[in-house]
């Protein structure tokens, strides 16, 4: 396992590892000039052997997100995966992106590709898949995450990084007073198993209505089925009904005490708020305190939950000869509410 320093020449800075491609610490500056990590993780890349939560700040796949009852079919072949998740597959099964040592493939001050192989059969899945990411701090203060993976047969791919954001600091506690925009008139309406069913659910008149920025805890306690299905937010929304190229403005959040603003693009159809409500407090973090409930959360682009099955869904599915091609940017300013 290696650790990586990354800045650019504005003072920003990342510190990532190549176990599971994992962001460890990223450095935004706010409106007083103080530098503040952002993201929740360890001091040492071997910690988060042991951590509870596997995911902080790593690139998952072979497919982030949900797939229901760990199966699915391609050309009338069935494929059934690792479960993980009560009856689903989740994040690529027991052995995902995230347990792997990538291959740092190139460096320089402000950007980092690293590469892994997922052989075929891995988790399930089908197919050989070559995958590599780019990190690149950028001088206008963005986080750039460009994906690219290549298949020798067809087989389902959405990656995604997972970062645990706190925008007042790692280690300052619940985020439920940020504010938050989605740029979604739809989300995914969930079963018991968080499993999309029917139809896109308009976010009209309900919680999930972030058409307008609103501090993530507003609503997060109302009395709603799908609220309390995930205990808070874990909910994919709706940025387009088809795939394409095109990189949109998905979400905006801010912290009003720091001046901190981050904002998400990305060619992606969809965005899954997460607001850390398993966060147990048995994970201590850099600072050595435990992580908690609703003290992060993560805004993960991403294909929606169970595309493999649901045929009305934006396909992903890559075959053999294809490229999967896929690009997220967090970009962070000061001061500039949503």
Known sequence: METIVLENNQGMKAILTNFGARLMSLFIQD????????VLGFNHPEDYLNAEEKYFGCIVGRYANRIADGKFSIANKTYHLACNNGPN?????????????????????DSLTMSCISEDGEEGFPGRVEVEVHYNLTDDNALHIAYTAQPDKATPINLTHHSYFNLKGHDQGSVLEHELQINAHYYS???????????????EGTPFDFRKAKPLGRDIRQEHPQLDLGNGYDHNFILKTQNSQEIVHAAS??????????????????IQLYTANWLSGNDKGKSNLPYTANT?????????????????F???????????????????????KC
């Open 314 to 336: 934006p396909n992903c599915t890559i075959k053999s000869g294809e490229t999967y091609q896929y690009v997220c940017e967090y970009r962070f300013s000061t001061d500039k």
């Open 253 to 270: 959040i801010y912290e009003p005490k720091h001046g901190i603003r981050m904002d998400v693009h990305t060619n992606q159809p969809g």
């Open 189 to 203: 309406f969930v079963n018991e198993n968080l499993i999309p069913t029917g139809p896109y659910a308009p976010v």
């Open 296 to 312: 992060a959360f993560c805004l993960e682009t991403q294909h929606f939950p169970d595309t493999p099955n649901q045929e009305n």
């Open 89 to 109: 597959s989740l994040h690529g099964g027991i052995k995902g992106f995230h347990l792997k040592t990538w291959s740092i493939i190139s460096q320089t001050k």
């Open 31 to 38: 409106k007083n000039g103080l530098h503040r990590d952002v």
